[in-house]
């Protein structure tokens, strides 16, 4: 799809302004944004917003000049009807919103779309949360049948998480690849529901020192004044460069001209510092004596992100002692229970930012006084338990958001040992929850037969990516945190809402 390179839409406005947000201030909202010059908007039935935005390109007479997607959820298809009368015409885009809990439901309702593409009530077919290539593949190959090719995807983006097979795949078929939450995502908005998913996703590249740094040395001349680039527009800068078409959103009438012109900087040096610090991390300096002990190396090589070391840098360098006992626990064979381990990490960071905290003084701070505790308590039973609460926090699944607001308390909690995990994993845990908990002290061997449950598994993996259990393919591998306790490696044999598999060999 050649047209938005045609018509220089290099930028969209996301019209998530909030449910709660009154009809008057999402109109000033986008028609400042219109103001300024965006002329592709971005929209879903979920926003709830449709009707202003139309009222507003209306008044501005930009009905016909505006680029207008449309993401619709798969079970939302049906109440299309009447939709776009305010408009006038149909969406440019007519977009997926998410994938249904099956590829078969997924490709049914893309062919509903498709069909009102067919008929002239929208131009192009477009999907958004994509989650592998082979999703996407099955889909594209989908869409050819309904002869109407996928045109777009959506997706999450952002240095931390760069999406970096799919948006291959989209470049290499043609398909327009628009990045949204390049910003970060402080769990609020239509789509929150409190960063359940992965933990990287939910971090705020606006709050990061290292880019705050790198933001400082960008100054240029705004009109009568110098100026300083904020993180922001280091961010859409750096999307630019990556040829994505990041979704924007702001309030502020002068952040949306800001946000809108950033990817005219040149800024190329700076660019190249940005793109270093979130290159493949190495085990050098400080790292490379720390990483000596066979536990915290594991602990490192669980996860290979570079914004993941970089918090157990700063994590360790305050609470050694406690983290490499942590790991230790866990054990240096065990994986998929250190990379959960990491993961609630990035979660804990990713929950105090979307608090507006200090969060890395917080988290030294927080680390710094468990680690004092641990070391200083003299009680054995207080010092185990105190120990194992730890534990149960840094187990818990990963991938399960909600609790933001309560994070902050959790080391205090854990401290004056009143922490009461959801899925207790430990003695400690089960006594601080005051219910029993299934327990499973060794992992099932290689060659068992399980049934599998959603309610007993943490996280399924495939490499470094995180699987939903509808997701669960037939014949593929998968790491699992079985039960929350013990990592193993199945294959799956049989799917559906009890997929059966079989233990194997972890594969290398």
């Not at 994938?99 to 069909?115: F, I, K, P, S, Y």
């Not at 790991?327 to 990379?339: F, I, K, Q, W, Y």
């Not at 003084?361 to 505790?373: I, N, P, S």
């Not at 401290?415 to 845990?429: C, I, Q």
């Amino acid at each position: 799809m050649t047209e938005f390179a045609e018509r220089g839409l290099t930028q969209a406005f996301g019209t998530d302004v909030g449910l709660n947000r009154p009809d008057v201030e999402t109109r000033r909202i986008v028609g400042q944004a219109l103001d300024a010059g965006y002329r592709l908007l971005d929209c879903a039935l979920l926003y709830g917003s449709f009707r202003s935005v139309c009222a507003v390109l209306k008044e501005r007479d930009l009905d016909e000049d505006t680029f207008i997607i449309f993401k619709v959820k798969p079970d939302e298809v049906s109440e299309l009807k009447g939709v776009f009368r305010p408009l006038g015409r149909g969406p440019d885009l007519l977009m997926l919103h998410e994938m249904a809990a099956t590829t078969r439901q997924t490709v049914n309702a893309m062919g509903e779309l498709a069909d009102r593409v067919r008929s002239g009530n929208a131009r192009y077919l477009g999907l958004s949360n994509v989650t592998t290539v082979e999703e996407l593949q099955t889909l594209c190959e989908a869409a050819q049948r309904f002869r109407v090719p996928v045109s777009c995807v959506q997706n999450r983006c952002s240095p931390y998480y760069q999406d970096t097979e799919i948006r291959r795949y989209c470049r290499e078929h043609g398909i327009v690849y628009l990045a949204y939450g390049l910003m970060g995502s402080r769990q609020q908005g239509a789509c929150h529901g409190e960063g359940h998913g992965l933990p990287t996703l939910y971090l705020l590249p606006t709050q990061d020192p290292r880019l705050e740094a790198l933001a400082r040395r960008l100054q240029f001349q705004d009109e009568d004044r110098l100026r300083q680039a904020s993180t922001g527009e280091l961010l859409l800068y750096w999307a630019s460069a990556q040829g994505i078409i990041p979704v924007a959103f702001s309030t502020h009438n002068e952040r949306v001209r800001y946000n809108l012109n950033a990817s005219q900087l040149s800024a190329v040096t700076t660019l190249r510092a940005m793109e270093l610090l979130f290159s493949e991390p190495r085990m050098d300096g400080v790292r490379a004596t720390l990483t000596r002990n066979p536990p915290v190396r594991a602990l490192y090589l669980s996860l290979r992100d570079p914004t993941a070391w970089w918090l157990l840098d700063e994590v360790f360098r305050v609470a050694g002692p406690l983290l490499t006992a942590l790991a230790e626990r866990a054990g240096p064979g065990s994986t998929v229970a250190l990379r959960n381990m990491v993961y609630n990490l990035i979660r804990f960071v990713g929950d105090l930012q979307s608090n507006d905290m200090p969060w890395l003084d917080t988290l030294r701070e927080e680390f710094r006084q468990l680690d004092t505790a641990y070391r200083a308590t003299a009680d054995a039973d207080a010092k185990r338990r105190l120990f194992e609460l730890c534990y149960e926090w840094m187990m818990k699944d990963s991938m399960a958001g909600g609790g933001v607001k309560e994070a902050p308390e959790r080391p205090a909690e854990i401290r004056r040992g009143e922490y009461v995990p959801d899925h207790p994993v430990t003695a400690s845990g089960r006594l601080a929850n005051g219910r029993s908990a299934r327990l499973v002290e060794k992992p099932p061997p290689v060659g068992t037969l399980l049934t599998l449950k959603e309610s007993d598994h943490s996280t399924f993996m495939k490499g470094y990516d995180p699987v939903l259990f509808a997701n669960l393919a037939q014949h593929q591998v998968y790491d699992v945190n079985y039960c929350g306790q013990q990592p193993i490696t199945v294959r799956i044999l049989t799917t559906g809402s009890r997929p059966t598999a079989r233990v194997i060999e972890p594969e290398e």
